[in-house]
């Protein structure tokens, strides 16, 4: 059974451009959910999708959105790039709402911006 | 301060020898605990989940000490395969995650 799947798994930008994120959760599942992990820093969260809608969003500008499409998998837009938007993106997929105990991560997208 | 908080090291430890680490959470309010594990460049992974009358799963043990608002890990017979960044997730009564910055650990040969 294939695992949760990001891509691509290096992105490089500039700053002020776009960049978008793509998320294929485990079969099955239904919940996604986007962290960033910048180097030195825990996982921040992002954005939580399930079912389709928006469930709940963390401490970031709005310039950090995304959606989930109706086959579950999940896209997360960054607009108007920043220096210190470089980081790691990981995505996380679960059944429904669940605990760490369930969660199962990708391995991530590197987004480097300069 | 930070709701969740863990000393980012790198401990150095030599292979064989017996490492322990703490993770401190500021909110009482949090519910289950846990401990992944992240090799470097590389997502997270569930090593277990830390019960209030603390768990052990063969060399590793995790305690929760409500209390002092901790939970540790203790690894034993350390091996050259457990270096890694090992994070500590504090999941809310709301159900929000909050994650640590991580304790880096290196063992030695």
């Known amino acids: 059974e294939a695992g949760v799947t990001q891509s691509p798994t290096h992105l490089i930008k500039t700053r002020g451009q776009q960049a978008t994120l793509r998320c294929s959760p485990i079969?099955?599942?239904?919940?996604v959910y986007w962290y960033q992990q910048a180097l030195g820093l825990g996982l921040q969260f992002l954005l939580w999708?399930?079912?389709?809608?928006?469930?709940n969003r963390g401490n970031f500008p709005p310039r950090f959105s995304g959606r989930q499409f109706p086959n579950y998998s999940s896209e997360l837009n960054v607009n108007a790039l920043e220096l210190e938007d470089s980081a790691l993106y990981l995505c996380a997929s679960s059944l429904g709402s669940a605990g760490p105990e369930k969660l199962f991560f990708g391995s991530g997208t590197q987004l480097s911006v300069l | 301060r930070k709701e969740v908080e863990q000393d980012p090291g790198p401990f150095n430890v030599p292979e064989g020898a017996t490492v322990a680490f703490n993770c401190t959470y500021s909110n009482s309010a949090s519910q289950s605990f846990f401990w992944y594990r992240q090799d470097c460049r590389k997502e997270p992974k569930l090593l277990m989940s830390v019960y209030s009358s603390g768990n052990e799963d063969g060399r590793f043990t995790a305690q929760l000490n409500r209390a002092s608002q901790y939970i540790s890990l203790l690894i034993r017979d350390s091996k050259l395969s457990d270096s890694a960044t090992y994070l500590c997730v504090v999941r809310m009564d709301n159900y929000q995650l909050i994650w640590g910055a991580g304790t880096k650990l290196i063992i030695k040969p």
């Open positions: 079969s099955g599942h239904t919940s």
């Open positions: 999708y399930d079912e389709g809608e928006e469930r």
